[in-house]
């Protein structure tokens, strides 16, 4: 991508992102900061952020709380999603936004109670056919990944109410398939363009 093309791209997303308010997606209760205090009284604990902590890989121990129901884990060096991670059955939102993600397995399908799942800024380019057992999803944040083609289980996503895609370059074919795709959502998208891709 030319550096023109790359600042026009980053331009376009600062000022749409001024307009548009993201939704502010939380659950109430305590929240854990520490995954140490958490597994000291693993039954009480249903929000827990463990943004900046340097993991690189999905900490296991998250298995050991029963109950937990929002997690953060944005700012990491996570480069995948264990195969088990629907053993967390329930989570409602999911925040692994600016992570190493170069793939989403299909256990995400796995956690029915998702409600926000939150992967943005990662190097993700395709999502599997299995996000569309995600019923009850109502906010999903795919931006500054690489991601061009929705997977069409999503058209059964029907609560889906709210998907970013800004900062991923799209043709205005592909954007136009997109937005003909989810009549009923809400789409942030950047600017497309015909870039040859």
Same mark, same amino acid.
Not at 133 to 148: D, P, T
Not at 163 to 187: C, G, K, Q, Y
């Given at each position: 991508?030319?550096?023109?093309?790359?600042?026009?791209?980053?331009?376009?997303?600062?000022?749409?992102?001024?307009?548009?308010?993201?939704?502010?997606?939380?659950?109430?209760?305590?929240?854990?900061?520490?995954?140490?205090?958490?597994?000291?009284?693993?039954?009480?604990?249903?929000?827990?952020?463990?943004?900046?902590?340097?993991?690189?890989?999905?900490?296991?121990?998250?298995?050991? *709380?029963?109950?937990? @129901?929002? !997690? /953060?884990?944005?700012? $990491?060096?996570?480069? +995948? %999603? =264990?195969?088990? &991670?629907?053993? #967390?059955?329930?989570?409602?939102?999911?925040?692994?936004?600016?992570?190493?993600?170069?793939?989403?397995?299909?256990?995400?399908?796995? *956690?029915?109670?998702? @409600?926000? !799942? /939150?992967?943005?800024? $990662?190097?993700?380019? +395709? %999502? =599997?056919?299995? &996000?569309?057992? #995600?019923?009850?999803?109502?906010?999903?944040?795919?931006?500054?990944?690489?991601?061009?083609?929705?997977?069409?289980?999503?058209?059964? *996503?029907?609560?889906?109410?709210? !998907? /970013?895609?800004?900062?991923?370059?799209?043709?205005?074919?592909?954007?136009?398939?997109?937005? #003909?795709?989810?009549?009923?959502?809400?789409?942030?998208?950047?600017?497309?363009?015909?870039?040859?891709?």
């Amino acid at each position: 991508m030319s550096r023109i093309v790359f600042l026009l791209l980053m331009f376009s997303f600062t000022c749409f992102s001024a307009g548009m308010a993201q939704p502010d997606y939380q659950l109430q209760g305590k929240l854990y900061t520490s995954l140490e205090e958490a597994l000291a009284q693993p039954d009480s604990v249903f929000r827990l952020s463990l943004r900046r902590k340097k993991y690189k890989t999905f900490p296991v121990e998250l298995y050991s *709380l029963p109950n937990l @129901r929002e !997690l /953060d884990l944005g700012s $990491n060096k996570i480069s +995948s %999603l =264990p195969d088990d &991670i629907g053993k #967390l059955k329930n989570l409602e939102i999911l925040r692994l936004s600016r992570n190493k993600l170069v793939a989403v397995n299909k256990s995400i399908g796995d *956690l029915k109670q998702l @409600r926000y !799942l /939150d992967l943005g800024k $990662n190097k993700i380019s +395709s %999502l =599997p056919y299995e &996000i569309g057992n #995600l019923r009850k999803l109502e906010f999903l944040q795919i931006w500054g990944n690489e991601v061009s083609q929705l997977p069409e289980s999503m058209s059964d *996503l029907t609560a889906l109410k709210w !998907l /970013d895609m800004r900062a991923i370059l799209l043709t205005d074919s592909e954007r136009e398939e997109i937005l #003909l795709f989810l009549p009923d959502t809400e789409l942030l998208l950047s600017p497309g363009c015909n870039c040859g891709k």
